[in-house]
């Protein structure tokens, strides 16, 4: 019984030593569970700035999204975008050329939607003064809800009535006045924060912001780097050919001193851009980095406002910086009491409408995220690139080089031929890579056309084809079609969300040739200073039809792969040319070049420009090239003046004519 009991009492002691061992290894695991989690934790408070728990629900989410916070570096970012919409709107919106935009009654627009249609030039002037009036409320902060809607209203019209004139930041403003329209940005720096401050008070917008009226501009510029620098993280860009000889700029003056050209082209132009893109951002966000990483982002800013013509885009990305330091950073600087917490509004409440709230700025974040990759849907936007160029970010990856556009009008009923010049009826070139805007001009010719507005031109039927011959390059490589010319664009399917049969491939199979074109071209130019070479690419049973000048002398045909048949315009005899085999070309003659086989052909033409040489052109370019001033400052503010002054012209032309009637006075533009 003893020791019967002593067994049982045993057994009972190692079950509670092997309960209670099985009972503290989970607590171990909990505790390590928890500590990694609050070291987590930490790490996101002390880069970020922010508690973790914030977004662990959409209630806290919600909360965190409504806290108040001081509005005072919102009104100065709202201050300085209006002041760069008002000169926007004078250079890159058109304002100072709407006499040749809108003023001719043929002249060829490219809507998104193309039941779309420009108003009569008098009205389009209203339209512009609208928007100018606008951006002038958004700059003083007055009326601000009707400014901002002054301003978008005609903005996004004006930019969605003309694909040719998008890019990236003209997409960037619009949705940053718009955002603007939600926010309490007159809270401070405001004309009526100063004329009804009994109002502003009343309303609760005196001083504080709910901390979204930040995120969502914050968030859009945050897209804005980091989707730049993803499209720029890929073989086509880091291969550095997107941008090249920009190592000659003086801007990059002081890399030169360690670097040699190719070099500056490759790793600071390419690689760094990319990895400055991707990176900034995050490094702007995190507290601990901000400081170490201004001074590059305003680098980078002013140095691309010397590099390139984009109007306001670096100067509105300089004045979105001090977002990132602080709310009250302008209070801090004029030693104005901050916000005392008696003066702040209490924590808003996750009510209804907050939550709503919440649910529209995410599903706007989601969009936003979504659309640069979103061609996959709107294929008929794609050719050699994906979508149209402006809301991907995809910001000078590609670069292209339009060597010949050529235009066929066709009277089908007497077979007559008509050679149209690309450029009568738009002053745009993008037309040229892209499908959609292709059959949209060819359908604007043909309704001038039809409607006899080609002057000094014979008389052409109703019954026409037309035909585009288009050879451009894009990223250093090859010249070639970038459409079918024996496809009658007045009669081509297309449709938004399906692949174009007859928009030609970019012939990627020859992309491994560009560094033995770039050597082919060093060499090239280096046998005077008035020789050169085209590369040329072409598809199977396609024929390249070649005027050669008479300004162009030593002109020799060098087949690189595939095989073409060519024929001299004054020769019945036509020769059959495999790859390494040459021919000379003679002056003033017509060349026929066909490529035959089932693959396609490269080759290229080498000559000598005579007019260059018997005048020595090129010297005299270097000099005046040598005379440019580094720095025009002077020289661009008054061509800004001269720009604006023009713009204001044709405002009050518009105006006089629809009070008055007044004649308005039209630039009118040269047609060869």
């Known amino acids: ?385 994906n979508g149209l160029y402006g809301y991907s970010w995809d910001m000078m990856v590609h670069s292209f080089d339009t060597l010949q556009t050529s235009i066929q009008v066709v009277d089908n009923d007497n077979q007559q031929v008509h050679n149209l010049n690309p450029f009568a009826f738009t002053e745009y070139e993008r037309w040229t890579k892209y499908a959609d805007m292709a059959v949209q001009y060819a359908k604007c010719i043909e309704e001038n056309i039809q409607n006899q507005q080609v002057r000094g031109r014979p008389s052409i039927g109703r019954n026409i084809s037309i035909y585009f011959d288009i050879w451009c390059s894009m990223n250093g490589r090859f010249q070639q079609r970038s459409f079918d010319p024996r496809v009658d664009l007045l009669r081509a399917p297309w449709s938004p969300f399906e692949s174009t049969s007859w928009s030609l491939p970019l012939l990627n199979e020859l992309t491994h040739m560009r560094p033995k074109l770039r050597t082919i071209e060093n060499e090239v130019l280096a046998w005077n200073n008035y020789s050169d070479v085209i590369f040329v690419a072409d598809f199977p049973g396609l024929t390249l039809i070649n005027f050669i000048s008479p300004d162009l002398i030593n002109c020799t045909l060098t087949i690189l792969e595939g095989n073409v048949r060519y024929k001299s315009g004054i020769e019945q005899e036509s020769y059959f040319l495999t790859a390494g085999k040459s021919i000379g070309l003679g002056s003033n003659i017509t060349h026929f070049v066909t490529t035959i086989g089932q693959k396609p052909a490269s080759y290229l033409f080498t000559y000598t420009n005579k007019t260059m040489l018997e005048q020595d052109i090129s010297i005299e370019e270097t000099a005046a090239e040598a005379k440019r001033p580094l720095l025009p400052l002077w020289k661009e503010f008054e061509q800004r003046v001269t720009n604006y002054k023009q713009f204001l012209g044709h405002i009050g032309n518009c105006v006089l004519y629809l009070l008055y009637d007044v004649p308005i006075p039209l630039a009118v533009r040269e047609r060869d």
């Open 1 to 385: 019984m003893f020791s019967g009991q002593a067994m049982t009492n045993s057994k009972r002691k190692q079950s509670t030593k092997t309960s209670s061992s099985t009972d503290i290894a989970p607590t171990d695991d909990v505790h390590q569970v928890t500590a990694q989690s609050t070291g987590m934790g930490n790490l996101f408070r002390e880069c970020l700035g922010h508690e973790p728990s914030n977004f662990s629900s959409l209630t806290k989410f919600t909360a965190w999204l409504h806290h108040p916070v001081d509005g005072a570096a919102l009104g100065i970012f709202r201050l300085l975008f209006g002041v760069a919409m008002l000169v926007d709107i004078a250079e890159e919106r058109g304002g100072g050329q709407l006499d040749v935009r809108f003023g001719e009654p043929h002249h060829c627009h490219f809507p998104l939607f193309n039941g779309m249609r420009a108003l009569a030039y008098p009205l389009m002037g209203c339209v512009y003064l609208c928007m100018w009036l606008g951006a002038w409320g958004i700059m003083l902060g007055y009326r601000f809800r009707s400014s901002c809607l002054t301003f978008i209203v005609p903005y996004w019209y004006i930019f969605l009535l003309d694909k040719p004139t998008w890019n990236n930041h003209s997409y960037l403003f619009g949705l940053v006045g718009t955002l603007l329209l939600f926010t309490q940005a007159d809270s401070y720096c405001s004309l009526e924060s100063w004329l009804n401050p009994g109002r502003s008070r009343s309303r609760s917008r005196s001083r504080t912001v709910p901390y979204w009226n930040y995120f969502l501009i914050k968030f859009q510029f945050f897209v804005l780097y980091m989707y730049a620098g993803l499209k720029k993280i890929s073989t086509e860009w880091l291969s550095g050919y997107a941008m090249s000889n920009l190592s000659q700029h003086w801007v990059f003056s002081p890399f030169r001193q360690m670097l040699d050209p190719e070099l500056i082209d490759l790793l600071i132009v390419h690689w760094f851009t990319a990895f400055f893109d991707v990176s900034i951002a995050f490094f702007m966000t995190v507290e601990k980095t901000r400081l170490l990483v201004t001074p590059f982002m305003i680098s980078f800013h002013l140095m691309n406002s010397r590099l390139f013509v984009i109007g306001m885009f670096p100067w509105v990305c300089l004045a979105e910086v001090p977002l990132f330091f602080g709310f009250d950073w302008p209070r801090r600087i004029r030693g104005t009491a901050k916000i005392a917490p008696s003066e702040e509004a209490s924590p808003a409440r996750s009510s209804l409408l907050a939550r709503l709230r919440t649910c529209l700025i995410l599903g706007y974040c989601g969009l936003q995220l979504f659309l640069p990759y979103s061609h996959f849907i709107t294929k008929g936007y794609n050719n050699w690139t």
